[in-house]
């Protein structure tokens, strides 16, 4: 049948098959990969049940003992309900689901994108290829999944309406602003760049190439309503405040992985800097750097370089720019019509569906892992022994801890109430590296729980204060007997 088809209908045919493939491909090795301890998940997800049983948003911190009466303001407050309504539903399995289907979203964003600068299919495809790798960095179930989507939209539409003058788009960047500040606060970076391509028809003037097609006066518009948009939000300008507050933590920047500078040792690292060094290459080679690609790619080069978390900010535009100078070769490869994106998008779903369904991705499966990483057992300990706090704990669990124990934490993901100098002397005290015997907040620890192979873990072990109570592969669980109730010290009798 294949073979009666017109030599372009088997093209289509088998051009359609091979993007579900690469649609589907990053999805896949996700889900044969995926790992359900993320630490952030839990807190995200004990804040949208607060929101639901509230019908309010927190002004001040519910969850830890730090925290209490002071301001805190859950800025991805809209996606956190709409995963824990996903987590009613169906349990484990939807953090697994938003994720992986977010992963093929932004793969079909990316190659859409990379299309519309570059007629030929084989490279719009490798250049698909290679940002996803990079973007593989992000595969958890975390708000910075839809930033990514976002800001994807948000280059696409400016690009496009650059390099023809089209304005239609445009009037949809202020919407996106909308949501985009309901999800995530790092829409600034969004605004940023956004404020570079209104203020390119002026650098212009004095900037050697032209390029931008747009007049100055819708472009300033659209900037001003996207400013006011993302005022639309439960915080107001204060949202500016905390999006400040989170890029003015030099200690968290050194102490959190993610958020650490780029060593360069990983695959992923390393074809990031090859794609900004052709981008650059391709740039210069054309002769032509405009204003908006020198401004964004010098900005992005260096937030990106200084943090990992922020890879997405110089990947997604770098393929862009990469895309829009290198040579056009139609020969016969045309652009699959624009409905086909999304359809394509959906048969990759599918195939994702099936692959769940065939590596047993299931709540059984996800519970049992999650058992494994994260102190899920000590926590039924905890509960049954009715031990009374305060709680002293890691960074990395207490978010979890804030999900299942209910009981104020210690510290948990959350940096941004917690300071340079806290999380600094919490990971000194675990890591045994601080005068951990006279910490006051370790001393006036009811329950005390981290890791099984954390140095602090080994000497409390010889600390007459504390008396171990639970124990496995994952969590040791000590309690100051002097500060729990009665009702538990009579069982600790027994």
């Given at each position: 049948m294949l073979l009666r088809l017109t030599a372009e209908?088997?093209?289509?045919?088998?051009?359609a098959l091979l993007?579900?493939?690469?649609?589907?491909?990053?999805?896949?090795?996700?889900?044969?990969?995926?790992?359900?301890?993320?630490?952030d998940l839990w807190w995200h997800l004990r804040t949208g049940e607060w929101i639901v049983q509230h019908h309010a948003i927190p002004r001040t911190d519910p969850f830890s003992a730090y925290g209490a009466g002071k301001f805190w303001a859950p800025y991805s407050w809209l996606l956190e309900v709409?995963?824990?309504?996903?987590?009613?539903?169906?349990?484990?399995?939807?953090?697994?689901?938003?994720?992986?289907?977010?992963?093929?979203?932004?793969?079909?964003?990316?190659?859409r994108m990379i299309r519309r600068q570059l007629s030929d299919f084989v490279l719009a495809v490798l250049l698909t290829a290679a940002a996803m790798d990079v973007l593989s960095h992000y595969f958890a179930p975390r708000p910075w999944l839809c930033t990514i989507l976002i800001f994807i939209f948000e280059i696409d539409i400016l690009m496009h309406a650059r390099r023809t003058g089209d304005r239609r788009g445009l009037f949809l960047l202020p919407p996106l602003f909308i949501l985009w500040a309901n999800i995530h606060v790092e829409f600034v970076a969004g605004l940023l760049f956004l404020g570079f391509a209104a203020a390119e028809p002026l650098a212009e003037r004095w900037w050697p190439q032209k390029h931008s097609k747009l007049p100055p006066l819708t472009l300033w518009l659209v900037f001003a309503a996207s400013v006011v948009a993302s005022l639309i939000n439960p915080f107001g300008w204060r949202i500016y405040q905390i999006a400040y507050q989170l890029t003015n933590m030099p200690g968290a920047a050194n102490l959190i992985q993610e958020m650490t500078s780029l060593s360069f040792r990983t695959q992923s690292e390393f074809v990031l800097l090859f794609l900004?060094?052709?981008?650059?290459?391709?740039?210069?080679?054309?002769?032509?750097?405009?204003?908006?690609?020198?401004?964004?790619?010098?900005?992005?080069?260096?937030?990106?370089?200084?943090?990992?978390?922020?890879?997405?900010?110089?990947?997604?535009?770098?393929?862009a720019f990469l895309a829009s100078v290198l040579p056009a070769t139609e020969k016969g490869l045309g652009k699959p019509p624009a409905f086909a994106i999304p359809l394509i998008a959906?048969?990759?779903?599918?195939?994702?569906?099936?692959?769940?369904?065939?590596?047993?991705?299931?709540?059984?499966?996800?519970g049992r892992d999650l058992a494994n990483q994260l102190p899920v057992?000590?926590?039924?300990?905890?509960?049954?022994?009715?031990?009374?706090?305060?709680?002293?704990?890691?960074?990395?669990?207490?978010?979890?801890?804030?999900?299942?124990?209910?009981?104020?934490?210690?510290?948990?993901?959350?940096?941004?109430?917690?300071?340079d100098e806290r999380l600094a002397r919490s990971m000194a005290i675990w890591s045994a590296n601080s005068p951990w015997t006279a910490d006051p907040d370790l001393s006036?620890?009811?329950?005390?729980?981290?890791a099984a192979r954390l140095p602090l873990v080994q000497l409390l072990r010889l600390d007459p204060r504390f008396r171990l109570v639970y124990e496995d592969q994952v969590a040791v669980v000590f309690i100051q007997p002097k500060l729990q109730a009665p009702a538990a010290q009579a069982s600790l009798a027994q």
């Open positions: 209908r088997r093209f289509r045919i088998l051009q993007l579900t493939a690469v649609f589907a491909l990053p999805g896949i090795l996700y889900l044969r990969a995926f790992s359900p301890g993320d630490p709409f995963l824990f309504r996903l987590f009613q539903k169906w349990g484990l399995v939807s953090s697994i689901a938003y994720t992986a289907g977010m992963i093929t979203a932004i793969t079909a964003a990316l190659y900004t060094l052709f981008c650059v290459g391709a740039l210069a080679w054309s002769r032509r750097i405009p204003f908006f690609e020198f401004a964004v790619l010098g900005v992005a080069i260096i937030v990106s370089f200084h943090s990992g978390r922020e890879l997405y900010l110089l990947t997604v535009p770098a393929v959906a048969a990759s779903g599918v195939v994702l569906w099936c692959t769940a369904f065939y590596l047993h991705v299931n709540n059984e499966r996800i057992r000590a926590v039924e300990a905890i509960k049954n022994g009715h031990y009374r706090g305060p709680l002293f704990n890691t960074y990395d669990w207490g978010g979890y801890l804030i999900w299942d124990l209910r009981m104020p934490v210690g510290i948990d993901g959350r940096a941004v109430i917690y300071g006036a620890a009811g329950i005390v729980i981290g």
